[in-house]
């Protein structure tokens, strides 16, 4: 279930920013997200002021769950009524005198990427918030800044930092290796592999420079358009950027006192260290700085390498069995076994999908162990999914549909999006499907658009790069776990 969050105000007074702005939650799941509120106008006299709001919370099926938000906003200034001719006169000179102080806010909206909003934010004095926040939007190009706090054109102290929202895709692409190169070119490779450059670190990073860091790490799977923060050392003379000398003199490693992985990171930058993220299987949540090596509070030579220990979590066991996905968990010692299978509204032949039934009992034959539920969108007439099948990681499913097209075709989506699939239709008719067991391969079975007559043959087809040529073969060839899982395209009505 996909949960929409929203921000609705009376009077318009207050600027929200929600981070996620939706959850996909399973049953009985419950997720959190950020919520920064800040006033349109200060407070600057008066009393203290109250501003009421809603949070929303819409889900799929139109029902939508609102909350009361009380948001205090006190005055910016302290009365001072017996000396206010005094303050003026005091505030007139200081101004005179610090003007040079402050910055004004430039608009970095619609910049095409972190790196140039940072060099527009440091050319008017003032620094960008490494803690970007993003969000999955199909409308601008990913890595595009959507927003900012504080807005455009408002007078700041100098050295204040500027919070961006950050467009990212649904589609996730691999995070290169940037270790040795200088942020010029790390920012090249960074767009090309999708991704785009973000905060270099330290603030006052040398020159020359070369990366000694990053994060995320390495290979990790990030959506594209996620913006990679990068952590420099000094190019030191005679030495060809790839090289790593000691950089001499003498720091401290960092407590950790709480603080986030990324947090850390930043505080090891800060202390003349290079942080190097290390991913560890355990059982705290994902993300979590569980250790830190050296240890805390140990002198080390400036610019050694800190490695951080990061928790990647206890990864589920997946595997397909042909007819169904079990999934083994390792924390909880148990299996859960899923089931996807073709079905139609009772006295409504013509609105069908796909259904999903669970069970913590693996093998069960006792139909109250079994839990079920639509998967796929069956509200309109003649349009639905026929055919689905879960790849071998169990993370993505192969949907045989006719939502919004012409004919059934073939669509691998992330299995819980099923839906409201994000991914496009790959160019391949289909009425049956199945995955090889290496994921890199899918095999449909092919009968005219409508799946109304009997199979006429199987084509393999590369499962994410359907332009190549496709193999073909008689259909009575390929295993019976392919039509187990989906019905035969005879019994859809069709559209």
Not at 18 to 40: D, F
Not at 332 to 352: A, C, H, I, K, S
């Amino acid at each position: 279930m996909q949960a929409r969050l929203s921000l609705a105000t009376g009077d318009g007074s207050l600027r929200a920013l929600i981070v996620p702005a939706s959850l996909v939650l399973a049953p009985g799941q419950t997720g959190h997200a950020e919520v920064l509120l800040r006033p349109r106008r200060p407070q600057l006299l008066g009393r203290e002021r109250q501003h009421e709001a809603q949070l929303r919370v819409r889900v799929p099926d139109g029902t939508t769950t609102a909350r009361p938000v009380i948001f205090v906003q006190a005055r910016a200034l302290p009365l001072w009524a017996i000396a206010l001719i005094v303050a003026i006169l005091v505030a007139a000179v200081f101004a005179a005198t610090q003007l040079q102080r402050r910055a004004t806010v430039p608009a970095v909206e619609g910049a095409v990427d972190v790196a140039s909003a940072d060099r527009a934010l440091r050319a008017a004095g003032l620094r960008l918030d490494p803690r970007l926040r993003s969000r999955t939007t199909a409308g601008p190009r990913p890595g595009t800044i959507l927003d900012q706090i504080p807005d455009p054109g408002v007078r700041v102290e100098r050295g204040e930092r500027v919070t961006l929202l950050v467009a990212v895709g649904a589609r996730r692409a691999v995070t290169p290796a940037l270790d040795g190169h200088t942020p010029a070119r790390a920012a090249v490779i960074l767009r090309a592999a999708g991704l785009v450059a973000g905060p270099v670190l330290p603030d006052l990073a040398p020159r020359p420079a070369v990366v000694a860091s990053q994060l995320p790490v390495a290979g990790a799977r990030e959506p594209t358009g996620t913006a990679v923060t990068i952590f420099v050392r000094p190019l030191r003379a005679g030495e060809a950027p790839g090289a790593n000398p000691a950089a001499g003199g003498e720091a401290k490693v960092p407590a950790i006192e709480g603080r986030s992985a990324a947090a850390y990171a930043r505080a090891v930058a800060a202390a003349g260290l290079v942080p190097r993220v290390v991913l560890s299987v355990g059982t705290a949540a994902v993300g979590a700085l569980v250790g830190v090596q050296p240890r805390p509070g140990l002198p080390v030579a400036a610019g050694e390498q800190i490695r951080l220990l990061v928790s990647a979590g206890v990864p589920q066991l997946a595997y397909d069995t042909g007819d169904v996905l079990r999934v083994f968990d390792p924390r909880r010692g148990r299996t859960v076994r899923e089931l996807l299978v073709f079905g139609v509204r009772r006295g409504q032949p013509g609105r069908f999908g796909i259904l999903r039934y669970r069970s913590s009992r693996p093998y069960s034959t006792n139909p109250s162990h079994w839990r079920g539920e639509p998967a796929t969108n069956t509200s309109v007439r003649g349009r639905g999914a026929i055919a689905a099948a879960y790849s071998p990681s169990g993370a993505s499913v192969a949907l045989v549909t006719n939502v919004g097209l012409q004919r059934f075709q073939l669509l691998v989506t992330d299995a819980d999006e099923l839906r409201r699939p994000d991914s496009p239709s790959l160019p391949v008719r289909a009425c049956e499907v199945a995955w090889r067991p290496d994921g890199r391969e899918l095999t449909v079975v092919q009968s005219d658009g409508a799946c109304g007559r009997a199979p006429a043959r199987a084509t393999c087809t590369p499962a994410f790069r359907p332009s190549c040529p496709p193999r073909s073969g008689p259909a009575a060839r390929w295993p019976r776990s392919s039509r187990s899982r989906s019905p035969r395209p005879s019994r859809v009505p069709p559209s």
